[in-house]
């Protein structure tokens, strides 16, 4: 088929911050990919081709490492990040992500204290890269603290500053049962995928967030928030334990047992593809639910009987506490053979 132009402005931007870049992976991807294809990819197929473009594309070593990292292939990134250190005169940016990424992937407690230690040196007073640097040295975490911290993430409006800064907010929050905090939270991880949203991690840090929140305040508008935040945490991260996520959100939160059997069935059939067997059984047993929520009993005695497989009695409780009281004893009848 004959190629035709893609518009200018992308319909999915990586990283907004970075528009001229941007403009010009544009351009290389309506070099190689034709108008037919482009609209029906998945966000991870967009990522993906981005990444293809990018031999033929002068972009910074900034939109290539956060690239590879959404890509999952947080080893190249770092690596990159690790030469870029090397350079006669380090970018403090390229430093700063470099912690950010080291503090979200790495157990390695040495090469963590080594990146804040070269983002202390290049690191310019009154920046973000500097004002990132007192962020993560800071063992205190005081309200007047956040309050610092927000106006940092605000002023220099940096990636790096609204995913700290929403960590250590929801886990505050989360530990308070403060449904405030944690609606700042999200806020704070929506700031920071405006810049990125090719961040699937994130997307999945803001679907907690509106979760807790929902834990707390019962508010049926942040539903359809959690659901979509793991639907496109899902799209970037196609693993069988996403399509698990959102069937569990929809036959515990939506109440749309008929819903959850599509995603379920799915995270099932690719758990098995992908030898995941564990992932497999903890799809399975969430089905069963949906399965007796939806009134087809027959399928989820044929489903149960065939997991075969033991169940926590946590896990259990959780299944079990997903469903009215009247369905509690049939449950409790197909599964009891597998806790333990």
């Known amino acids: 088929a004959p190629s035709v132009a893609l518009p200018p402005e992308p319909r999915r931007p990586f990283l907004e911050s970075r528009r001229d870049e941007l403009a010009e992976l544009q351009r290389e991807l309506t070099r190689v990919l034709d108008d037919q294809v482009r609209p029906s990819l998945a966000p991870r197929e967009l990522l993906e081709a981005q990444e293809r473009a990018l031999p033929r594309v002068a ?3 900034a939109v290539r490492a956060r ?12 690596e990159l990040l690790a030469r870029a250190s090397e350079d006669p005169v380090p970018d403090p940016t390229l430093a700063a992500y470099r912690v950010e990424l080291l503090l979200r992937v790495s157990n390695n407690k040495a090469a963590i204290q080594e990146g804040v230690r070269r983002l202390r040196a290049v690191a310019q007073p009154d920046t973000g890269p500097e004002a990132y640097f007192r962020c993560v040295i800071n063992r205190r975490v005081s309200p007047d603290e956040l309050v610092q911290w927000t106006r940092w993430s605000e002023r220099f409006d940096e990636p790096y500053l609204w995913a700290f800064l929403a960590q250590i907010e929801a886990g505050n929050a989360t530990k308070r049962g403060d449904a405030k905090g944690l609606a700042s939270a999200a806020e ?3 700031r920071y995928l405006r810049l990125d949203p090719g961040d699937a991690i994130a997307h999945f840090k803001l679907s907690e967030a509106l979760y807790y929140g929902h834990s707390l305040t019962r508010d049926p508008l942040l539903i359809p928030q959690i659901n979509a935040a793991l639907r496109r945490s899902r799209d970037l991260v196609p693993r069988p334990v996403m399509w698990s996520f959102v069937g569990k959100s929809q036959v515990t939160l939506d109440q749309r047992p008929r819903a959850a059997i599509r995603e379920l ?21 969430w089905l069963v639910v949906a399965y007796l929520k939806a009134g087809r009993d027959r399928e989820a005695e044929e489903l149960a009987a065939g997991l075969r497989a033991p169940y926590t009695r946590g896990v259990y409780r959780q299944l079990r506490r997903a469903l009215p009281e009247d369905l509690r004893p049939r449950h409790a009848e197909l599964l009891k053979e597998g806790v333990r």
């Not at 690239?67 to 770092?78: D, H, K, P, S, T």
């Not at 069935?265 to 047993?285: I, S």
Request: net charge positive; proline share 0%.
């Open 59 to 61: 972009v910074t070593r």
């Open 67 to 78: 690239l590879l990292a959404n890509l999952g292939r947080e080893r190249e990134a770092l």
């Open 265 to 285: 069935r799915e995270a099932m059939r690719r758990a098995e593809q992908a030898g995941e067997a564990g992932e497999r059984v903890r799809a399975g047993g």
């Open 188 to 190: 704070h991880w929506r």
